[in-house]
């Protein structure tokens, strides 16, 4: 019994790596490629459970979704022999597994291989374009602030322009892969900068755009400032005159009935209106410090003894 419990358990072990062996699991997003000794069996595109001979039959398994290919930036230089560094990035897929797995064996290598196609292919397209071609994307009209600083790059018209540059990009590299079993989707330049010294020169005339920019700015700020101020004191002037006009007027009607009073109070009394003039006359003239000479016979000293 011993014996055969042991037979019984080896032989499911057997079974069990034998179909563990046999079997296969393809997920969504994949294909798979069956190969015996190297040689091609089949593909399998749909998601499942499939199998295999074991031991005898490889499965290879290769992504269908979209991936992604960014590399370094490069310097090259354009047609009008100005060098710049271009920085590119693309997206492909696996259209044909077979013939993937016979070019290009792995997405490691294909990645290598993309690379270098592509940089190709930038370059070839890169070369044979002016510096503002590659920068600029159509020929609306730049506005700036001050027209005359306007680069003759932004004056000139383009026949191709980073669009249609990207696009001839896209058509090579397309070509370069069209023999791997993959497909190019879209490739983007993600950025263009100039070397370091083009870059220096580029900011230093940046530098000085805005530097004279900024003085005409200042110079048309100070005239509005003087008309502002011219402006003001206009306007203070007028308003000092006015005043003046209405307070003149003002005191001379004051007077004028400060007069018109004073002349009726004298033709009332003037002997009591002339006393009370020379009351006010004595309290302007004289203080605690004043000393007066009269004479015995003085009217004033002869009314301070109480004799009128």
Do not use: C
Not at 81 to 100: C, S
Not at 271 to 276: I, Q, R, S, T
């Amino acid at each position: 019994m011993k014996i055969a419990g042991s037979f019984l358990a080896a032989g499911l072990l057997v079974v069990a790596v034998f179909l563990f062996a046999s079997a296969f699991v393809v997920t969504e997003g994949e294909t798979a490629i069956v190969t015996q000794f190297g040689e091609f069996v089949r593909t399998v595109n749909q998601a499942g459970l499939y199998w295999k001979t074991p031991f005898v039959q490889t499965v290879r398994y290769f992504d269908r979704r979209i991936l992604e290919w960014d590399g370094d930036a490069n310097q090259m230089p354009t047609k009008d022999k100005k060098f710049i560094w271009v920085d590119v990035t693309a997206r492909w897929r696996i259209t044909d597994a077979l013939i993937f797995y016979q070019r290009l064996k792995n997405e490691s290598y294909a990645q290598s291989r993309i690379d270098d196609i592509l940089d190709n292919a930038t370059r070839d397209v890169i070369t044979n374009l002016d510096q503002f071609e590659t920068i600029r994307m159509s020929n609306r009209p730049m506005r700036f602030l001050d027209e005359a600083i306007l680069p003759d790059e932004a004056k000139q018209p383009i026949s191709v322009g980073r669009d249609q540059a990207t696009r001839h990009i896209l058509d090579r590299a397309r070509e370069g892969v069209k023999d791997f079993g993959i497909e190019i989707i879209d490739i983007q330049i993600k950025r263009i900068n100039y070397n370091q010294d083009v870059q220096a020169s580029v900011y230093q005339r940046m530098i000085s755009e805005r530097t004279r920019i900024a003085k005409r700015t200042r110079s048309e700020g100070e005239g509005e400032r003087q008309k502002i101020l011219g402006k003001m004191e206009q306007e203070l002037r007028r308003i000092r005159s006015e005043g003046y006009r209405e307070a003149t007027e003002i005191r001379g009607r004051a007077d004028a009935g400060a007069t018109h009073i004073y002349a009726e109070s004298y033709s009332q009394d003037p002997a009591f209106y002339g006393f009370l003039r020379t009351l006010e006359t004595y309290r302007a003239t004289m203080d605690a410090n004043t000393t007066l000479l009269l004479s015995t016979d003085n009217e004033y000293l002869q009314f301070l003894k109480g004799r009128k």
